[in-house]
């Protein structure tokens, strides 16, 4: 019987994570899912099912997550440092793990005015409008450089506003390629903050050893996953006596797996290597003796 109620009492563990909806919800899914998780939400529905009995989920907006983990409506969350400092949220950062919504570069929060502006510098933004959907970081940083602003919320298409007369005279925006800055003809005048994709977890949820290790645990798979997007493995086969040849072009990860053959005169290598050289890597091996080999993807690089 006890061994029973033991039973019971570990299937109610659960983590609740926040998952992100909106842009990057897609992003998310996909890299859970080559963390070995696989994530569905129902049509209609704000809570996915994950196959994984120890973890719970609802979606929220990435501006909300950190402020519901802090309050503990959510033990984990995955969210933007940028909104973590717009909440100035007091929880526990984890970890980076670096994929956005469509590249790995890190978010860039730029002020930035029309091509044809006056505006320099921000301490010529004293006395003007802003728009920005990060309010209260824009406030902060102005503040930091003694500028008084008039900084107002906006509700999206922000890199339009600067181009309206009376709307604003400069905007803050997030951006990763700079894109849509460039097609609505706008200027960087400084880049504000860099944000990057985090894992945090409620202050009281950390404390507790079992949520503590499930949440560590979780980030190691998550950023196993996300090292192993643009490396693949390598075997082949090498002659004994090419091989210091074929071991001085390859780039390892660590050092070169070598093991014995059934044949004394040949050895088998096995490498990880990142994808965007082997296409130049694999026809040097082949001129430098290596035979049979095989390049395969790879779904998880823990360090």
């Known amino acids: 019987m006890l061994k029973n109620e033991n039973m019971t009492k570990d299937k109610k563990k659960s983590l609740k994570i926040g ?88 978010l860039r929060w730029v002020i930035a005015v029309p091509e044809d502006s006056p505006i320099q510098r921000v301490q010529d933004l004293e006395g003007k409008t802003i728009a ?18 008039n900084v107002e919320f906006s509700w999206g298409t922000t890199e ?28 960087i005048v400084e880049v504000m903050l860099e944000s990057t994709t985090r894992f945090i977890a409620n202050k009281a949820s950390w404390a507790d050893d079992w949520k503590r290790q499930k949440a560590l645990n979780l980030f190691t ?4 996953a996300l090292e192993a997007e643009s490396k693949v493995g390598l075997k082949m086969n090498v002659p004994r006596l090419q091989l210091d040849a074929v071991m001085k072009i390859l780039p390892a990860l660590n050092t070169p797996t070598v093991s014995n053959q059934a044949d004394d005169a040949w050895v088998a290598v096995e490498i990880i290597a990142d994808e965007s050289i082997v296409r130049d890597l694999i026809p040097l091996l082949k001129r430098s003796g290596a035979e049979g080999i095989i390049e395969y993807p790879l779904n998880k690089v823990v360090y």
């Not at 909806?21 to 529905?45: C, E, H, M, V, W």
């Not at 920005?132 to 602003?149: C, K, N």
């Not at 894109?179 to 003809?185: K, P, V, Y």
Request: charged share 25%.
């Open 132 to 149: 920005s959907e990060l309010v209260g970081v824009t406030r902060r940083f102005l503040a930091s450089r003694g500028v008084s602003a």
């Open 221 to 224: 798979l998550l950023q196993g």
């Open 19 to 106: 998952f992100p909806s909106g842009s990057l919800q897609d992003a998310t899914f996909k890299l859970f899912d080559r963390a070995g998780y696989n994530i569905r939400l129902p049509s209609r529905s704000y809570e996915p099912d994950i196959n994984d009995v120890e973890l719970t989920g609802l979606m929220f907006r990435a501006q909300e997550i950190a402020h519901y983990v802090e309050r503990g409506v959510l033990d984990v969350g995955i969210t933007g440092h940028d909104w973590i400092e717009e909440w100035e949220a007091d929880v526990e950062q984890i970890g980076e793990l670096r994929y956005s919504k469509a590249t790995s570069n890190p």
């Open 160 to 187: 339009v506003k600067a181009g309206i007369p009376g709307v604003a005279d400069a905007i803050v925006d997030g951006t990763e390629t700079g894109s849509s800055l460039r097609a609505n003809r706008l200027r």
